[in-house]
């Protein structure tokens, strides 16, 4: 099983900041079969990157996502007062696929 | 649009059964392989189970193979996870998802319902 681990658990900024989210893979993700999700409280998950770097639809374009191998990164240009929330990495190139733990993005 | 509504949460004994339904609409059922993700209180996201476009394909998390079975009705345009012998560890909302692409495991769901919460308690 590819155990995904996110960092920082914590990010607290201010909006207008640039941020860059880490997920790193105990394995080599097969072809970047890497997701990344939103979750807001009380809220399911909503999709914003797959494919390591491609934008779901209607995702905003500072929303971008980067990484190949055991290393990826979620970055987010610039941070928008709806932005402020728990993400999550995902891989879908072996099965099991599995989630990381999550970072929680917050207000400073 | 896409839409996709739980339903049979509930709280329920150690050793006991449930049964959790998904019904969908705004797109082509039969063409997307279909997800039961969970998520814990306070905790991460957890893959269930998935089920391709008929019976024959389905997918299950270590932890409840021989337990829960999923199943799909594509005429009635639903998803079911039949829950039995119910652990505490069990417990937690049950997202019904649909896969991002038609017609192969995309891997990446991208419509999600709201959620069911499921309680396994004395």
């Known amino acids: 099983e590819i155990v995904l681990t996110q960092s920082p658990g914590t990010l607290s900024l201010s909006p207008g900041e640039r941020t860059t989210l880490s997920c790193r893979a105990s394995q080599s993700v097969t072809s970047s079969y890497l997701a990344w999700y939103q979750q807001k409280p009380g809220q399911a998950p909503r999709l914003l990157i797959y494919?390591?770097?491609s934008r779901a639809t209607g995702i905003p374009d500072r929303f971008s996502g980067s990484g190949s191998g055991t290393d990826f990164t979620l970055t987010i240009s610039r941070l928008e007062p709806e932005d402020f929330a728990v993400y999550y990495c995902q891989q879908y190139g072996s099965s099991p696929w599995t989630f990381g733990q999550g970072t929680k993005v917050e207000i400073k | 649009q896409v839409q996709l509504v739980e339903s049979g949460g509930g709280l329920v004994k150690p050793g006991g059964s449930l049964r959790l339904s998904c019904a969908a609409s705004?797109?082509?059922?039969?063409?997307?392989?279909m997800s039961w993700i969970r998520q814990a209180p306070g905790k991460g996201l957890e893959w269930v189970s998935y089920?391709?476009?008929?019976?024959?394909?389905?997918y299950y998390t270590d932890s409840v193979k021989g337990r829960f079975t999923i199943s799909r009705d594509n005429a009635k345009n639903s998803l079911y996870l039949q829950m039995n012998s119910l652990r505490a560890e069990d417990t937690a909302v049950y997202y019904c998802?649909?896969?991002?692409?038609?017609?192969?495991?995309?891997?990446?769901?991208?419509?999600w319902g709201q959620g069911t919460l499921v309680t396994v308690s004395s």
């Open positions: 998802a649909r896969d991002g692409a038609p017609y192969y495991s995309s891997g990446w769901p991208n419509y």
């Open positions: 089920i391709g476009f008929s019976d024959s394909n389905k």
């Open positions: 705004g797109f082509t059922f039969s063409d997307y392989y």
């Open positions: 494919g390591a770097s």
